[in-house]
């Protein structure tokens, strides 16, 4: 609303404008403008009763823009920090409030707490950065508090691992954007990385592996070199975990069960349901062998947790709970003995009884448990929170049911996703959430009341690892998609006013340079978007800097600084290559875009689903499979929809009689992520669009062959309408990573020649 009535204001008066409009992420809840400004001195004097920490950090952030004294606050100083009344903090958000008013002598700061202090010198020191060069800061009075009490980012150092230093790097950025959460996934299937005195052998085996895959996942190809031992030390863990206390960043620790625990069963195999030996994993993906229910088991995890629970004084403790086959379990006598004796519902019903267990015994040391989704299987734990990451479904569950829950869904918070053409994009490990998506996110889903809304905690982005080499790729990967999360979690984020947003990014990259910060500049990246046109689709360009600096070229060439100037969408009428890229002054600003296309008698017809694609693989919805574009089988990217447990019907109107002899669509093999080819397909014609006639069918060996690119000879046809049914794999079958669940199908294009 406030920042409404700014850019209102800009109607009226440029003058104000400029001294108005500031870069602050993520934006305050209010700002007062008022006479006058504060002239940045040379020498900044310091209230003697400022709080120490926070301080020390404030005077280490600005080195370099002033010197720094200290006086009594009746000495003229420049900076001090009043109290509102401490005894009103009752809850996380009223202890991160705080107000800095900036007037022509001083500046002072109020918080209920230190945290709100923190927060307070995180905007001060941004207003600073920007006026500095000015040397002077409008007069105002700044009102802030954020929206959602959880602002988190979590990180994997299990699929790769990050040093001490590299892991501080990280917790400093989620410091910087008022981030107060770092959710820290310290052990999976690829390696256990947390030091346990009781259990040496978790990092002793655990956290080294023979090798690693490279490349895309399909390519299956490994890199032949040992990886670790890599893990953190009790010791190292202490520190970081002060470190993040004196930013205010609550470090939540997740030890993964009953799944992803092949680091742990390596070291410890009798806590399997079958003898092993195993070994840390090489690949990524879902693997069946998981913790057995067993008492020794629960015996080894309340260890564990005890010494986790030591070192970190967070008041939810995550156990992970996804993804967690249950082929072992279906086979081991003592589970089916355990399921029978407790009369549980199957195997999701041992899944409840194992969270629960864990519950109860981490209710016991005063901590609560939070875990992914899954750990709703077969009944929530009584005081559990949902960290909800397969869409929003999990989050309105528990909300509904009087839980909390950390909204993460993939398709707005995954950062492990593409988030510009990929490419032009280093490896991902596939989908589409570029700067707006994550922008546009709300984290009260719609289905939810206002009570029900109460127990929507917060928001996360999660980063996981298996396609992101170094601490450079984080950086990248994480900005400037972070700056996106931290206005979505402080409550000020106006999906409708993105470009504005977007200029504060664009100025904010200057601070990244400052820092040597590795970002994405994906944003400068023309991107293109097939819209449908009269003769089939057209390929309409953008840019989110100046329209006039797009030039393309339609010949297969990199376009130059005198390549044809864009001006309105691109008929596509033939197969063809559009490479495009974004130019100021005669210079290549961005990377080269490139799109090729390849058009049929179906591209840019009317297309209807009978099931629609899973949230997180929906990009442009039906239209995806007509636009000409067909999908790389290496980059699960914005090409390809996706549909877990559902067959693809598809019928595509062609407006009128079109004559082909084939039918040709791809679908995607990646069993670790449990995408399955399809199962079968049929293709039938009509001419009425409702009674339809067989014509072809296809059988799962010959998908397997065909290595998922089907082309089916159809004969001569002449028809109005097209239907294609594309079997879905269905239950996962055993042996497979992800047994028992529901298979994903991806197809990118329906196209027929
Ligand atoms: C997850 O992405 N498996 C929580
Ligand atoms: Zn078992």
Redesign the pocket.
């Given at each position: 609303m406030q920042r409404f009535l700014l850019m209102f204001s800009v109607l009226f008066s440029s003058l104000f404008f400029t001294q108005t409009r500031l870069n602050l992420i993520p934006y305050p809840q209010k700002i007062e403008f008022q006479k006058g400004t504060f002239i940045i001195p040379e020498n900044f004097k310091l209230d003697e009763n400022l709080p120490v920490k926070e301080t020390a950090y404030f005077k280490k952030r600005t080195a370099g823009m002033f010197t720094f004294s200290s006086g009594k606050k009746d000495e003229g100083v420049h900076l001090v920090n009043a109290l509102f009344t401490p005894q009103s903090v009752i809850d996380q958000q009223k202890k991160e409030k705080y107000s800095v008013d900036i007037s022509t002598k001083s500046i002072i700061i109020s918080s209920n707490t230190d945290h709100g202090y923190f927060l307070a010198l995180q905007t001060l020191i941004q207003l600073l950065e920007q006026y500095k060069d000015s040397g002077k800061i409008p007069a105002m009075k700044i009102e802030d508090e954020p929206k959602f009490a959880w602002r988190g980012m979590h990180l994997d150092v299990c699929r790769h691992f990050f040093t001490v230093a590299e892991v501080k790097q990280y917790i400093d950025y989620l410091a910087m954007y008022k981030l107060n959460t770092f959710h820290w996934h310290l052990t999976d299937d690829q390696g256990w990385r947390i030091e346990i005195k009781k259990y040496p052998k978790l990092t002793q085996i655990g956290s080294k592996r023979k090798e690693s895959m490279i490349g895309a996942y399909v390519d299956n190809t490994f890199d032949g070199k040992p990886y670790g031992p890599y893990f953190y030390t009790q010791d190292q863990i202490k520190k970081v975990v002060k470190y993040a206390q004196e930013r205010h960043i609550t470090v939540v620790p997740e030890i993964e069960m009953p799944g992803h625990a092949l680091a742990a069963l390596s070291a410890y195999p009798e806590l399997a349901c079958t003898k092993g030996p195993f070994e840390p994993a090489t690949k990524w993906g879902v693997f069946d062998d998981v913790f057995c229910p067993k008492e020794e088991t629960f015996t080894f995890l309340e260890n564990v947790l005890d010494e986790v629970i030591q070192l970190f004084p967070s008041k939810y403790i995550h156990i992970g709970g996804?993804?967690c086959p249950k082929t072992r379990w279906k086979e081991c006598p003592y589970c089916q003995e355990l399921i029978k004796k407790n009369n549980l519902k199957g195997e999701h019903g041992l899944q409840s009884y194992f969270i629960h267990r864990i519950e109860k015994y981490v209710n016991s040391k005063g901590r609560k448990i939070i875990g992914?989704?899954e750990i709703l299987e077969g009944g929530l734990a009584p005081n559990a929170a949902v960290?909800s990451?397969t869409g929003i479904k999990g989050g309105v569950e528990a909300a509904k049911t009087g839980h909390f829950a950390v909204m993460t869904p993939?398709a707005y918070c995954?950062f492990d996703h593409y988030q510009g053409d990929p490419a032009t994009e280093p490896n991902a490990f596939g989908g589409f959430t570029p700067l707006d998506k994550v922008y546009s996110y709300n984290p009260i889903p719609k289905e939810l009341n206002a009570e029900q809304s109460k127990y929507i905690l917060g928001v996360q982005a999660?980063l996981?690892t298996e396609y992101i080499l170094d601490f450079k790729q984080v950086q990248y990967m994480i900005f400037p998609r972070l700056f996106a999360l931290s206005e979505v979690g402080w409550g000020t984020s106006d999906p409708n006013n993105y470009k504005e947003f977007e200029e504060r990014v664009i100025h904010e990259f200057k601070h990244l340079d400052k820092l040597g910060v590795n970002y994405a500049k994906s944003i400068y990246n023309v991107s293109g978007k097939v819209i449908p046109s009269e003769n089939g689709v057209a390929y309409e360009l953008s840019t989110s800097q100046d329209q006039n600096g797009i030039r393309y070229t339609l010949n297969g060439k990199d376009p130059e600084a005198n390549a044809s100037i864009y001006k309105n969408p691109i008929p596509v009428s033939k197969s063809m290559t559009i490479k495009s890229a974004y130019f100021e002054n005669g210079q290549l600003k961005s990377a080269i875009s490139s799109q090729t296309f390849t058009i049929s008698k179906t591209t840019g017809k009317k297309i209807t689903l009978l099931e629609q694609p899973s949230e997180n693989y929906s990009f442009g919805g039906a239209f995806t499979l007509v636009d000409g574009i067909v999908g790389n089988q290496k980059q699960l990217g914005k090409t390809w929809l996706g549909f877990q447990g559902k067959d693809v019907v598809a019928t595509i109107d062609f407006g009128q009689k079109a004559q082909f002899s084939e039918v040709y669509f791809n679908t995607l093999d990646n069993k670790g992520s449990w995408i399955h080819f399809a199962k079968s397909a049929q293709v039938f014609v009509s001419d009425n669009g409702t009674d339809f006639k067989l014509i072809k069918e296809i059988a799962k060996d010959e998908i397997l062959s065909s290595k998922g690119k089907i082309r089916l000879n159809v004969g001569g046809q002449n028809a109005k309408y097209l239907k294609v049914r594309i079997e879905n794999a269905g239950i996962i079958p055993a042996g497979n990573p992800g047994a028992d669940s529901k298979a994903w199908l991806f197809i990118d294009e329906i196209g027929v020649n």
């Open positions: 996804d993804e992914w989704d960290m990451w993939g995954y999660n996981w």
